[in-house]
């Protein structure tokens, strides 16, 4: 599986931004997608993930401001972001596995892309 991610840039506080994040190769047809997140001196953190059927999961640093959707037909991910905080400055990484979980071994990773929140 290929992820290839795209959408980051620079925004002032309180602008929005729009990642998306299209997958492809050998794709589990029962997949979890999402958005992970990783600021400079900390941990990679959950932002937010979608299932094929459609369940989400947000952090509860970005509920109500983020929205993560997907279209199965195309194998895309997005993330909506919205009243984007200094905070929110981050290198994000598209995620997928199957569903549910099959161990590390399945989990697939895009390549990044950074979010540059300005105050």
Do not use: H
């Not at 983020?66 to 990484?93: C, H």
């Amino acid at each position: 599986v290929q992820l290839q991610a795209s959408g980051g840039g620079l925004v002032q506080a309180g602008g929005s931004l729009r990642l998306s994040c299209v997958a492809s190769g050998s794709i589990f047809s029962i997949n979890i997608m999402g958005w992970y997140r990783q600021a400079p001196g900390k941990q990679r953190e959950l932002v937010a993930t979608i299932t094929t059927g459609g369940s989400t999961n947000y952090a509860d640093s970005v509920k109500g401001r983020f929205t993560i959707s997907r279209d199965n037909a195309e194998n895309t991910v997005y993330l909506q972001m919205g009243s984007l905080k200094p905070e929110d400055t981050a290198v994000y990484f598209c995620y997928q596995a199957p569903y549910p979980p099959a161990g590390s071994r399945y989990d697939y990773w895009g390549q990044g892309t950074q979010v540059t929140v300005s105050s």
